[in-house]
């Protein structure tokens, strides 16, 4: 099973930027799928970002054109750059590793593997 650990996380100003990571330990971490999530206080956890073995990327409709999500698969860590944040990006974001596929997965119960998740603040 794999181990994933988040990073990066923290307080930003709106318009602002942060990079998480997500570094993962156990078996070939370029056979998965990988994935971001995100949950908001009072709100159900929801899908972000993801990236297949190939590389292949989608993500969610409020995310589109600012965050982007990337892998380095010698270095076993999956990205995801946020830039110009807002107010409602403020929640906990998880990273998650699914199967390997050519497709796309977006829903989390697609995901066998969870990180602990790390805090984005975005406030003024």
């Known amino acids: 099973q794999v181990q994933l650990t988040e990073s990066g996380g923290g307080l930003v100003q709106p318009g602002g930027s942060l990079r998480l990571s997500c570094a993962a330990s156990g078996r070939t971490f370029s056979d998965y799928t990988m994935g971001w999530f995100r949950q908001a206080p009072g709100k159900e956890r929801a899908f972000v970002a993801s990236i297949n073995y190939l590389g292949g990327t989608v993500n969610d409709g409020p995310s589109a054109g600012r965050f982007a999500i990337s892998r380095d698969n010698a270095k076993s860590t999956v990205y995801l750059q946020m830039n110009n944040l807002k107010l409602d990006d403020t929640a906990v974001y998880y990273c998650?590793?699914?199967?390997?596929?050519?497709?796309?997965?977006?829903?989390?119960?697609?995901?066998?593997?969870w990180g602990q998740g790390t805090q984005v603040t975005v406030s003024s």
């Open positions: 998650a590793a699914g199967p390997r596929t050519s497709g796309i997965l977006s829903q989390s119960s697609e995901f066998s593997a």
